[in-house]
Nanobody, 124 residues
Framework: QVQLVESGGGLVQAGGSLRLSCAASGRTFTTVGMGWFRQAPGKEREFVAT????????YYADSVKARFTISRDNAKNMVYLRMNSLKPEDTAVYYC?????????????????WGQGTQVTVSS
């Protein structure tokens, strides 16, 4: 079992930055892939970024590549999403999620555990 709690969302102007944090509990955290997803009003939940168990592999959605960075600190049971050069279209509820496997994963069906989400709003 893995429990996830996101924090760090808020209101920011276009071009600004935010860092989301995800605190994980559960003995298996350090052995599984983690990801960030987002869901805007009226839209499907979409993949943002993912990282494998060790942090050696990361993948990003094309829409956030070169602007967002996913990282993890297994000693602290934390996963982070650094978001730079934010755009109004990045506005969404951001979710942290954990898989049941060691690898990174891009699709929601590969994730077994989800946080409650944190709102990110980017004003123009």
């Amino acid at each position: 079992q893995v429990q996830l709690v996101e924090s760090g969302g808020g209101l920011v102007q276009a071009g600004g930055s935010l860092r989301l944090s995800c605190a994980a509990s559960g003995r298996t955290f350090t052995t599984v892939g983690m990801g960030w997803f987002r869901q805007a009003p009226g839209k499907e939940r979409e993949f943002v970024a993912t990282i494998n168990w060790s942090g050696s592999r990361t993948y990003y959605a094309d829409s956030v590549k070169a602007r967002f960075t996913i990282s993890r600190d297994n000693a602290k049971n934390m996963v982070y999403l650094r978001m730079n050069s934010l755009k109004p279209e990045d506005t969404a509820v951001y979710y942290c999620a954990a898989t049941n496997v060691a690898s990174a994963a891009r699709v929601t069906t590969e994730y077994s555990y989800w946080g409650q989400g944190t709102q990110v709003t980017v004003s123009s």
